[in-house]
């Protein structure tokens, strides 16, 4: 079975200082991880995807997410916060699987501080 | 330009007053989705499809329907809308179904009130 988690609902930083969302996922297989970005009353925009290639993946806008098998992490990261970045994250996991689903994490609100 | 429609954006209706949110991607995937995001919940999933009349239920599907007669198109049909079902709607789709592992590409997302 699989499950991602989220571990903050909300996180706050200022502007120009490091963003760190982080996410905890279970599968029983070797998973694709996303993250995605939702501005407000927008749809959702990928980020970035790990697809079992390097462990370290860069995404748009800066960002980058590391896959720790060990941790069963996959940690969005950026080193300066934007106003801009003010949006609500999601971690996705979609596993190898003929009937595997796509499971969400509930998201993460990043608020910036000016 | 490569999206995901969706049809109405927002809608306000009355409790067992059949609706159906029409979704449409002009990319050829072969797998579709539909998702209901409420606050704290993140998006969860209604339905599925691999391809054409091919569909499964997600995680929520109690109170609504689909069909998949085209590839291109995916609506969601709610024959009897109550208020629980008030929520923000998306659908997504990708280019092939599980095992592929490629990503989801979103419409802009359906707001539906249910009074």
């Known amino acids: 079975a699989q499950s991602v988690t989220q571990l903050d609902s909300h996180v706050s930083v200022s502007e120009g200082t490091p963003v760190l969302l982080r996410c905890n996922y279970s599968s029983s297989y070797s998973p694709s991880l996303f993250w995605y970005v939702q501005h407000p009353n927008k749809g959702l925009q990928l980020l970035l995807k790990?697809?079992?290639?390097?462990?370290l993946v860069k995404g748009i806008n800066g960002f980058e997410a590391e896959f720790k098998k060990s941790e069963t992490s996959f940690h969005l990261t950026k080193p300066s916060a934007h106003m801009s970045d003010a949006a609500e994250y999601f971690c996705v996991v979609r596993g190898y699987s003929s009937a595997s689903k796509i499971i969400f994490g509930s998201g993460t609100r990043l608020s910036i501080r000016p | 330009e490569a999206q995901v429609t969706q049809n109405p954006r927002y809608l306000i209706t009355v409790t067992g007053k059949k609706l159906t949110v029409t979704c449409s991607q002009n990319?050829?995937?072969?797998?579709m989705s539909w998702y209901r995001q409420d606050p704290g919940l993140g998006l969860r999933q209604i339905y599925y499809s691999m391809n054409v009349e091919v569909t499964d239920k997600g995680d929520v599907p109690e109170g609504y329907k689909v069909s998949r007669k085209e590839k291109r198109n995916f609506p969601l049909i709610l024959e009897s809308p109550s208020p629980n079902q008030t929520s923000l709607y998306f659908c997504?789709?990708?280019?092939?179904?599980?095992?592929?592992?490629?990503?989801?590409?979103f419409g802009e997302g359906s707001r539906l009130t249910v009074l």
């Open positions: 997504a789709s990708s280019p092939g179904a599980p095992p592929d592992t490629g990503e989801l590409f």
């Open positions: 790990y697809t079992s290639a390097a462990t």
């Open positions: 990319m050829n995937h072969e797998y």
